[in-house]
């Protein structure tokens, strides 16, 4: 369990971010440590996959690479699948559930491979333990194991994390198409505001006018205090049979008791007060409570809560205008029209009146929205939001200019 294959995937655009995760938590350079496309492959003892899920805010899962095999047919998997030791990992009392993903694999049904490759993992063990094999359960299971298919290889993984790591165990209360955690620490990464690598905090304010139920500033605030992403849930390792709850215990015994705080320098605004009362409630779970500052009040009229510092926001867009456009900007129906341009060209307005000297970071899948901001990005970063692609765009605040300053 000393030299283990890990891959952790995350969200497209995030990799290079996940990397220097990676290597600030495990110390692995080199070939020890490729960043490929949708994740980043890692060689590291299982000491390391505990403390990866602990720590980690970009990655969607740790998983363990068990075989890694060409393939032609629904046959092969059988094969691969049954050559792996399944019983070193977990009994047969326990329940399990196969997830196949494919890219531009030759198969015509990924539901007879699933069924193919869970037939060898049964019967290997009725092989092993006299006739007994562990059940599928598909709601909750035990143990997840994970099959990738690409045009000639089948790759096959164990997972370490249970329910994804953007779980992080604080949000219970959350409204329509919430961000995932992992994605607002992405965000943070990409503005410069939290570096991963040196885990170094920006001391400039962070302010999202559009805070929902809170998950940016909550994710922030948390980085700040120095708390562990995953330090308030349960991992699917503690059901695999390496697990071993000393070893566990001083991994966690290594997390540093949370910083002081320095005064509130991480603030959310948002005109649904009910979602100002979801964010307050996941704070207090959170741990980070005393650390940042909700409000309510309409994102086209709140005055800055600093003298300077950096915007960071994910507005409604797409599927989530409709329901989120009218919300996000009070009783001003007319500030958003079926796209949201004028509610963005408003917003525009209201940033260079009053913002002067602020850095605003938006994601948005809309390419055009400098355009309707009339403003001037200085820097845009491809990020994918789920199924959509996105842009996360910087824009350098300039007052009484109409376009902020273009990078040099």
């Given at each position: 369990m000393n030299d283990l294959s890990l891959f952790l995937p995350c969200a497209a655009g995030v990799e290079d971010f996940l990397a220097q995760e990676v290597h600030a938590l495990t110390g692995r350079v080199g070939q020890d440590l490729l960043t490929l496309r949708g994740g980043v492959r890692v060689r590291a003892a299982w000491r390391d996959a505990m403390l990866l899920n602990?720590?980690?805010?970009?990655?969607?899962?740790?998983?363990?690479?068990?075989?890694?095999?060409?393939?032609?047919?629904?046959?092969?998997?059988?094969?691969?699948?049954?050559?792996?030791?399944?019983?070193i990992w977990f009994t047969p009392k326990q329940t399990f559930k196969i997830e196949t993903t494919a890219q531009h694999s030759p198969l015509q049904s990924l539901n007879f491979a699933t069924l193919r490759i869970k037939d060898a993992i049964a019967d290997r063990f009725r092989a092993k333990a006299n006739g007994v094999r562990p059940s599928i359960e598909t709601q909750w299971p035990d143990v997840r194991v994970f099959a990738h298919l690409t045009t000639d290889t089948c790759t096959l993984y164990i997972d370490t994390s249970g329910e994804p790591l953007f779980k992080?165990?604080?949000?219970?209360?959350?409204?329509?198409?919430?961000?995932?955690?992992?994605?607002?620490?992405?965000?943070?990464?990409?503005?410069?505001?939290?570096?991963?690598?040196?885990?170094?905090?920006?001391?400039?304010?962070?302010?999202?006018?559009?805070?929902?139920?809170?998950?940016?500033?909550?994710?922030?605030?948390?980085?700040?205090?120095?708390?562990?992403?995953?330090?308030?849930?349960?991992?699917?390792?503690?059901?695999?049979?390496?697990?071993?709850?000393?070893?566990?215990?001083?991994?966690?015994d290594q997390v540093a008791a949370p910083g002081p705080v320095d005064g509130v320098t991480v603030y959310g605004s948002d005109v649904s007060h009910r979602m100002v009362d979801f964010a307050e409630r996941n704070a207090e779970r959170a741990g980070v409570s005393d650390a940042v500052e909700f409000r309510g009040g309409d994102a086209l009229q709140r005055m800055p809560p600093a003298g300077g510092g950096v915007i960071v926001l994910n507005p409604p867009y797409g599927e989530r205008i409709e329901v989120g456009g009218v919300a996000r900007t009070g009783a001003r129906e007319q500030a958003a029209t079926e796209d949201g341009g004028e509610f963005f060209s408003q917003l525009a307005t209201h940033w260079k009146k009053n913002y002067a000297g602020w850095t605003a970071w938006v994601l948005t899948p809309d390419l055009k929205l400098p355009q309707k901001m009339r403003l001037k990005e200085s820097r845009r970063v491809p990020m994918w939001n789920g199924p959509i692609e996105c842009r996360l765009f910087k824009f350098d605040m300039v007052k009484g200019s109409a376009r902020a300053k273009p990078a040099a």
């Open positions: 602990l720590h980690s805010r970009l990655a969607q899962r740790v998983l363990v690479e068990l075989a890694h095999a060409p393939y032609r047919n629904e046959n092969d998997l059988y094969g691969i699948a049954s050559g792996v030791a399944w019983e992080r165990g604080w949000r219970q209360d959350k409204g329509d198409a919430p961000l995932k955690e992992t994605l607002a620490a992405a965000m943070l990464a990409a503005s410069g505001w939290w570096n991963p690598e040196t885990g170094a905090v920006s001391d400039a304010p962070l302010y999202d006018p559009c805070c929902g139920s809170g998950t940016i500033a909550i994710e922030a605030a948390q980085i700040a205090r120095g708390i562990p992403a995953g330090s308030l849930r349960r991992f699917g390792f503690e059901k695999l049979l390496p697990f071993q709850a000393h070893v566990w215990n001083a991994v966690k």
